[in-house]
């Protein structure tokens, strides 16, 4: 398993926000050399369904969510991994706003940070995307050694 | 320089035009040359190249710092 970084400063209570930047231009590219199914590698059918409007996929939504796992995974602060993409899903809410749900090696990163939940808001603009992540923080005491 | 590492090298230098060479040691995610987005292309790249299905969620990022470290992690490592 990766060494994990202390946080300078950290202590009970400590949390790291993480944020993302997404570029459209980077992402039409991507689109336009692999098609959709490319971003099957980086989002689940549910994640993608929700980027989905009447005329297809929603170049603005899927920054937002791209934007949105790079924010999450950041707060973990996890040395020596990528972003595990499909492990940190960012749905749609009924109320329109993102919730974030940890899976497999993301769950884990998450509990050995003790980390129980990750909050995001998500904005875009044109040609941007961006995302801004939070870490839950459950009991300290349960932190692993 | 093999054949498959001189392409990744190719497909690293198309999306950087400001560089004229990668020297097999260079750190490729402390100069930006690879991040979290063009990392999943990346992968799509390397396994179109090995031949080798690879596991995004578990991949270290030490297994693609470098050519080097991609030459021996996925052009000359031996599959089992």
């Given amino acids: ?145 | 320089m093999s054949e498959a590492l001189q392409q990744v090298k190719d497909w690293i230098l198309k999306r950087h035009p400001d560089r004229e060479d990668i020297p097999g040691d260079l750190d490729l995610i402390e100069n930006r040359l690879i991040d979290s987005l063009s990392f999943v292309e990346f992968v799509f790249l390397l396994e179109q190249h090995s031949g080798r299905p690879i596991e995004m969620e578990t991949l270290e990022v030490d297994a693609i710092r470098t050519l080097d470290a991609i030459d021996a992690n996925f052009f000359r490592a031996e599959v089992k």
């Avoid at chain 1, 929700?50 to 707060?75: M, P, Q, V, Y």
């Fill in chain 1, 1 to 145: 398993m990766p060494a994990r970084p202390t946080a300078a400063g950290g202590g009970p209570g400590w949390a790291n926000l993480g944020m993302d930047i997404v570029s459209v231009k980077r992402v039409r590219r991507l689109l336009e050399d692999h098609g959709e199914g490319f971003f099957e590698r980086m989002l689940d059918p549910g994640e993608l369904a929700d980027c989905r409007t009447s005329s297809g996929l929603d170049l603005l939504s899927l920054c937002g969510r791209i934007a949105a796992k790079e924010a999450a995974f950041k707060t973990l602060r996890v040395r020596g991994r990528f972003l595990p993409w499909r492990d940190i899903v960012v749905r749609r809410s009924d109320g329109g706003w993102p919730l974030v749900e940890l899976r497999r090696s993301a769950a884990d990163m998450a509990a050995q940070s003790g980390i129980t939940d990750i909050t995001v808001s998500i904005s875009h603009d044109v040609d941007y995307a961006v995302a801004v992540a939070a870490p839950i923080l459950g009991d300290p005491s349960g932190l692993r050694p």
